[in-house]
């Protein structure tokens, strides 16, 4: 036989059997592979289901989170999909769940079963606190391709089985009180009657409308209301239907009604106040949604003050969120807190000044504000019209919410926080700015003659300056005081032009917030902030243009001369820990020729401020006639300023629409010494 052939027979089985080897090997890997493959999309189809599930929860799309839900296991509960989504919806609802937030999470095949096991720590914030630590299991299931989770009734709540309900009792703790600077009640809790209707004793037919006419008539309500609360279905004729809240003593005979005492919330000062306080009332499914926390029917601030600290005024709700069995047994506690009242806050206003300034505007549209110079602590805040915050809480007719939405003075407007054009009481800034900047001295004068008066340069075009006053014609900055002389300062705010003036007044905290517990737009020194116009200067420089500021704005940036230069932020809240709050914006020489200028405005005979000299006590003051338009007419703001010359006890604002300067001094000059009898 050949060797060679030999050779080459025996090489040919071994070749074969090397390609098989491979062959063999190479499936073994790429299987290995492929199952290598599986086990990588499962569990990246795995870690996606539970973050998609964890997302659901944390933002509690219900309806998103039962879609990852697998067919079999809902088939397996006696709940539709729908159900789920909807008892979520409730419970969540009913405890006020929000915040879900997990703390660990485990995904693990488990080898032996070839089931992807999860669990999960949940946490949530409820209406009475955080529940800490609940923990969760449950596994994934492949359908169709894609990874769902077996869903159990103990998804919801860890101990929650089938028949077992979730269930919410507590009490609300009292709520606080809003009291002045010397203890008095300015809102709190005290005694009412709940009048109610009698049903059987209304008669019947025509004796039954004319008793709902009466009690309609009597107590100011709708008889289409008081017929449809007699409807509802709890009613027998011996019940008793509560329709409105009134006062103690205040409870005449009614045929048809009855009366149960009760606890409400009071307002003695009433309308005197009513713009700082605000009122209370039930929670709405909009105040619910906004604050999960809430229950339906809870009792919060609505406005005002009421609202601005209803955290602290509401306090903590004290009771038990627990699963109950079908059998009525409590079966665990999920979370239980203790009841805590709301805090009592002390304000810096004075009940007594609150009251009196108030009752001086005679109803009339108009504010009143007294402030510390130094604290900043406000004593009055009073703005008129006002309305009854009494009647929101008893449950306000339709009628009378009308009257007072389409009431032309605009009732509910707080005028303390409202922005108007100052008028000449600016000129106290523009004075403090131009000596700052060297530009006025006290000994400079201007040669003004007759009322008018625009430069020669015809960069105002038409416009025209106007004073009140041709008396003097040498006019310095004593003078240009003493007469308001809107002229002298247009002049000097020419002088130190634009982009200084508007420099030096941005050293006050015009476009900030006063950081005050009540809504007010920033004060605005133009539309656009700057000065880039002649007119628009001039007008700036007594308090017209474009200029805007609150009169809570006026007494703070005022300050500043009462404080040889410091301004001091307003506060409303009395706290003896609060460091008061100031800026430096002008030197304090200027400030003190300024005060100085004032006091001699009141002294001097001729002086649009002289009436104060009447009073017991020095006072340095500014009055301000603002023209606006006004439903396409020019009409006049009157504003006064005026501060205690000895003793910086007080610094005071007075402003009433539609009237002059000269009323404004009329109308509060009689109760200004009650300022210094009160310190």
Same mark, same amino acid.
């Given at each position: ?5 030999? =050779?080459k ?6 070749a ?6 491979i062959?063999?090997? %190479?499936?073994?890997?790429?299987s290995?592979?492929q199952?290598?493959?599986e ?26 989170y ?17 159900e ?7 419970v ?12 660990m ?15 999960y ?8 606190g ?20 077996d869903w ?9 089985e089938?028949?077992d ?8 703790g009292n709520?606080g ?7 008095n009640?300015?809102?709190?809790? %005290?005694?009412a ?9 209304l008669?019947e037919?025509?004796?039954?409308e ?7 008539d ?30 103690e003593?205040? #409870? $005449?005979?009614?045929?048809?009604v009855?009366?149960?005492?009760? !606890?409400t919330?009071i307002y ?21 949604e ?15 003050l ?33 009841i ?7 304000? #810096? ?6 009251k ?11 504010t ?20 009854d ?14 009257? *007072? ?5 605009? $009732?509910?407007?707080a ?18 700015i ?7 001295? $006290? ?10 008066? !625009? $430069? ?8 025209q ?41 941005s ?17 605005q020194? !133009? ?9 628009l200067?001039?007008?700036?420089? *007594? ?15 005022y ?18 820990e ?14 003190q ?17 002289h009436p ?39 610094s ?6 539609? =009237?002059?300067s ?18």
């Amino acid at each position: 036989m050949n060797k060679g052939n030999s =050779k080459k027979t025996w090489m040919i089985p071994l070749a074969i059997l090397l390609v098989i080897l491979i062959s063999v090997v %190479g499936f073994i890997g790429f299987s290995k592979w492929q199952e290598g493959q599986e086990a990588q999309r499962r569990q990246n189809l795995a870690e996606e289901l539970t973050q998609n599930y964890l997302d659901a929860l944390r933002s509690g799309e219900m309806t998103d989170y039962v879609a990852l839900l697998s067919e079999d296991s809902i088939a397996a509960s006696p709940y539709s999909r729908e159900e789920i989504t909807e008892r979520y919806e409730n419970v969540f609802s009913a405890i006020g769940a929000t915040n879900l937030n997990e703390s660990m999470t485990e995904l693990r095949l488990d080898e032996e079963t070839d089931t992807y096991h999860f669990a999960y720590t949940l946490s949530m914030d409820t209406s009475l606190g955080t529940i800490e630590d609940l923990n969760y299991e449950t596994t994934l299931r492949e359908e169709e391709d894609e990874m769902l989770v077996d869903w159990r009734t103990n998804l919801i709540f860890p101990d929650l089985e089938e028949g077992d309900l979730v269930k919410l009792k507590y009490e609300e703790g009292n709520r606080g009180s809003l009291n002045d600077r010397n203890g008095n009640l300015l809102a709190g809790n %005290g005694d009412a009657w709940q009048a109610g209707l009698h049903p059987s004793a209304l008669g019947e037919g025509g004796d039954r409308e004319t008793a709902l006419s009466t009690i309609a008539d009597k107590f100011g309500q709708d008889k289409a209301s008081l017929e449809s609360l007699l409807e509802q279905s709890w009613v027998t004729p011996d019940s008793f239907v509560p329709f409105t809240i009134v006062e103690e003593g205040n #409870t $005449p005979e009614v045929k048809g009604v009855m009366y149960q005492q009760t !606890s409400t919330r009071i307002y003695p000062l009433s309308e005197a106040a009513a713009h700082l306080t605000g009122y209370t009332g039930q929670a709405t499914a909009e105040d619910v949604e906004k604050n999960p926390t809430l229950q339906a029917g809870d009792i919060i601030g609505k406005s005002g003050l009421e609202a601005a600290f209803d955290q602290r005024l509401r306090g903590t709700k004290g009771g038990q969120i627990f699963i109950e069995t079908e059998d009525g047994e409590r079966k665990s506690v999920l979370i239980e807190s203790d009841i805590k009242d709301g805090e009592n806050i002390r304000l #810096t206003i004075d009940v007594d000044l609150q009251k009196m300034y108030y009752d001086q505007l005679q109803g009339e549209p108009g504010t009143a504000v007294v402030m510390e110079p130094e604290t900043g602590e406000i004593l009055v805040a009073a703005s008129s019209p006002s309305y009854d915050p009494q009647l929101f809480v008893r449950g306000i007719s339709s009628e009378a919410f009308q009257a *007072y939405n389409e009431d032309s003075n605009t $009732p509910f407007v707080a005028r303390y926080a409202a922005r108007y054009a100052p008028g000449s009481t600016f000129k106290i800034l523009t004075a403090m700015i131009g000596l700052d900047l060297n530009v006025t001295t $006290p000994e400079k004068t201007h040669t003004i003659e007759g009322l008018q008066w !625009s $430069p020669q340069d015809d960069s105002f075009g038409s416009h025209q300056i106007t004073r009140v006053s041709d008396a003097v014609t040498e006019v310095d900055l004593q003078a240009a005081i003493t007469y308001s002389d809107n002229i002298y300062f247009a002049m000097e705010a020419l002088e130190m032009g634009g982009s200084a003036f508007v420099k030096e007044l941005s050293q006050f905290p015009f476009g900030a917030s006063m950081n005050l517990p009540f809504s007010m737009q920033p004060a605005q020194i !133009s539309n656009s902030g700057a000065l880039d116009k002649p007119t628009l200067l001039a007008d700036t420089a *007594y308090g017209q243009g474009e200029l805007l500021m609150s009169p809570i704005h006026q007494i703070s940036f005022y300050s500043a001369v009462a404080n040889e230069g410091l301004m001091t932020f307003p506060s409303l809240e009395l706290d003896e820990e609060t460091e008061t709050n100031q800026l430096n914006p002008v030197e304090v020489e200027s400030a003190q020729i300024v005060k100085e200028d004032l006091i001699n405005a009141v002294e001097d005979s001729n002086g649009t401020a002289h009436p104060f000299a009447s009073l017991p006590f020095r006072v340095g003051a500014k009055t301000g006639t603002a023209e606006v338009e006004k439903d396409g007419v020019n009409v006049t703001n009157g504003f006064v300023y005026a501060i205690d010359a000895d003793d910086n006890e007080f610094s005071f604002i007075g402003f009433l629409e539609g =009237k002059s300067s000269g009323d404004v001094v009329e109308r509060f000059l009689p109760i200004l010494p009650a300022l210094k009898e009160a310190e």
